[in-house]
């Protein structure tokens, strides 16, 4: 059958509309679409009328691949979220108060140390999911900016290390889509 993951991309002449489902997640996070599209409300038609998109059968399939991914991103599906590099070193003073980041400036660094107070802070995080920005806004940053005055807990860690990951893997895949001729 033609929309086998065997069959190669350029040849698959079907699609399902779960393939369509992703293939729309991976459009609404291109800068193109976001560019021209974003005033408009969502009318999924009226934005398909108004869609000029020239893509041939290959990128096509590879928007849909890059979108499965974003869907089972914002699902949590992915099991990339928990491998995550950074830490908590210790639980002493866990209130935030002021939140500063570090860069490193040696070439081994792969992060940014992301202080929460003066005592405490998160080793390694990723600098581009500290950085990814969701529409106007980056999560990892207004998740923590969110816990201003609170105490963080160790479900807290957790969900900081998820939201990384989530922020660096959705700043991969939108250059990927980016990258596509649409």
């Known amino acids: 059958m033609a929309t086998s993951q065997d069959v190669r991309l350029e040849c698959r002449l079907l699609f399902t509309p779960d393939d369509l489902t992703h ?3 991976a459009l609404f996070h291109c800068s193109k ?27 096509f399939w590879q928007l849909v ?10 699902f949590i599906e992915k099991k990339t979220l928990e491998q995550n590099a950074n830490y908590f070193p210790v639980f002493r003073n866990p209130i935030v108060t002021q939140i500063k980041v570090i860069h490193r400036g040696t070439k ?19 600098e581009e999911g500290w950085a990814f920005c969701l529409d106007s806004y980056s999560p990892a940053q207004r998740w923590l900016e969110n816990k201003t005055g609170k105490n963080v807990t160790t479900m807290d860690v957790a969900i900081f290390k998820k939201n990384i990951s989530f922020s660096t893997e ?7 889509i980016n990258a596509i001729t649409i």
Do not use: W
Request: charged share 25%; hydrophobic share 30%; with cysteine.
């Open 108 to 126: 081994k660094a792969t992060g940014v140390d992301v202080c929460i107070n003066k005592m405490q802070f998160y080793k390694n995080v990723s």
């Open 170 to 176: 959705m700043s991969r895949l939108t250059k990927k």
């Open 23 to 25: 293939y729309l997640y």
């Open 33 to 59: 679409y976001k560019k021209n599209f974003h005033h408009i409300p969502m009318d999924l038609l009226k934005i398909l009328e108004k869609t000029d998109y020239k893509l041939s059968l290959q990128n």
């Open 65 to 74: 691949n890059y979108g499965r991914e974003i869907k089972s991103l914002y």
